[in-house]
């Protein structure tokens, strides 16, 4: 590393913190002093979660580029606003580098998370530089708003109600274990054919549903809601536990990810795992009251956004269940990714 963390923190922030740009979007003190100071917006509430991206974990060389590890940590929180119904404001990152940390490796990170940051609007307003004596660690704090009293929650469903998602399921891992096959099988290196390379962005590139979710909290209409971090299983559990319901998912209804069969036909895996259990692809999950549904719908198609009823919720006792394709009913049960699963 050729700089120190104040050489380090000018290089990633310097040309980012002009005065105009920022008070335009509510900021009073940015990067420099001991803490940023911004403008609170009238009748707003303040949202705030932070995520983590880990090498090794989150990451590895022969899956993320380093724009794509920015990109995704900044996306991944946009996500969590998302899924409150609120706007994504300002953002604060924290990094532990290294010691010999490569200087162009953590801006071309940076490139990516300012790429990202300035696709939803998000004001990087401070953070923290630290070393570490293991790999990068890269922790966003996003800060939102959304109107007082109407963030929603996992914790509203009602029995009767339908369960939707925002967009396709199961992409992003099926990029992943392509990536990770690629690693190690030269017979899948070369020219990704498109739909491949649809499934690699997805694991790579993933796209907060931020305009879902703030429509979502505009109309009024939607009883919970969880962004898919750990996958569908693991969030629809959440969503039951914390609203004392059971769900009812339809195998048949399941969005999958354009080309997720071609996938797993060709690394011999189940697309149903990479679907229910795979993760990491931030689309919506929710639900409305079936009354309300037609207004929902109508309300997405006015923006262009995709919304698929895929299930229903039941009684808390019923727990969260799948529907197989010949009508048959399974428990569905709350696996995904677990940080602390014995290896
Ligand atoms: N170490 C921690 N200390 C305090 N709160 C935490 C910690 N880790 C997670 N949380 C909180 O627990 C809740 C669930 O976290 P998490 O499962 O990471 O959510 P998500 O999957 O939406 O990112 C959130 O409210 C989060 O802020
Ligand atoms: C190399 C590698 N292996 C496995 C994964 C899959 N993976 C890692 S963390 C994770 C779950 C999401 O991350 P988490 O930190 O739990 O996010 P949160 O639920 O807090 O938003 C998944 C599916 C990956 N992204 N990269
Ligand atoms: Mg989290
Ligand atoms: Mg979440
Ligand atoms: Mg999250």
């Known amino acids: 590393m050729q700089h120190d963390e104040f050489g380090l923190i000018r290089l990633l922030t310097g040309d980012r913190q002009q005065a105009d740009g920022m008070r335009s979007q509510g900021v ?5 002093d001991d803490a940023a100071v911004t403008a609170l917006s009238p009748g707003m509430q303040l949202v705030a979660s932070c995520d983590t991206m880990t090498e090794g974990i989150h990451f590895l ?14 996306a991944s929180n946009i996500s969590d606003m998302a899924a ?14 290294p010691k010999d940390a490569d200087t162009e490796q953590i801006r071309r990170i940076y490139a990516g998370l300012y790429e990202c940051a300035d696709l939803f609007g998000v004001a990087v307003i401070g953070g923290d530089t630290t070393s570490t004596r293991g790999g990068i660690v890269l922790t966003v704090t996003i800060l939102g708003e959304v109107p007082a009293g109407r963030a929603l929650l996992r914790s509203g469903a009602k029995p009767g109600d339908a369960v939707f998602v925002t967009g396709p399921l199961g992409g992003s891992a099926a990029g992943l274990s392509y990536l990770l096959h690629r690693g190690t099988d030269a017979a899948l290196w070369g020219e990704l054919p498109a739909e491949t390379a649809e499934l690699v962005r997805a694991h790579t590139r993933p796209l907060p549903q931020a305009a879902a979710g703030e429509l979502l909290q505009r109309t009024g209409l939607c009883r919970a809601l969880n962004d898919i971090s750990d996958g569908l299983a693991s ?11 059971g ?17 797993a036909e060709k690394l011999a895996a189940d697309p149903l795992e990479w679907v229910l259990y795979g993760g990491e692809d931030y689309q919506l999950l929710g639900t ?7 207004a929902l719908r109508e309300a997405f198609s006015g923006e262009g956004l995709p919304l698929h009823v895929i299930g229903r919720v039941t009684a808390a006792g019923e727990g969260v269940r799948l529907q197989r394709p010949d009508g048959t009913v399974q428990p569905l049960p709350k696996r995904g990714y677990n940080h602390f699963a014995a290896k």
């Not at 009073?28 to 420099?32: N, S």
């Not at 339809?250 to 080309?259: M, R, V, Y």
């Open 28 to 32: 009073v003190v940015g990067i420099g």
């Open 61 to 74: 060389p022969v899956t993320m580029r380093d724009e794509d590890i920015g990109f995704k940590a900044m």
């Open 84 to 97: 409150m119904g609120a706007k994504a404001r300002y953002a604060l990152v924290a990094l532990s580098l």
């Open 235 to 245: 969030e629809a559990a959440e969503i039951a536990e914390a609203s004392g319901v």
């Open 247 to 263: 769900l009812l998912i339809a195998e048949e209804k399941l969005p999958l990810a354009e080309g997720l069969r071609a996938c």
């Open 288 to 294: 409305a009251a079936e009354a309300d549904l037609a």
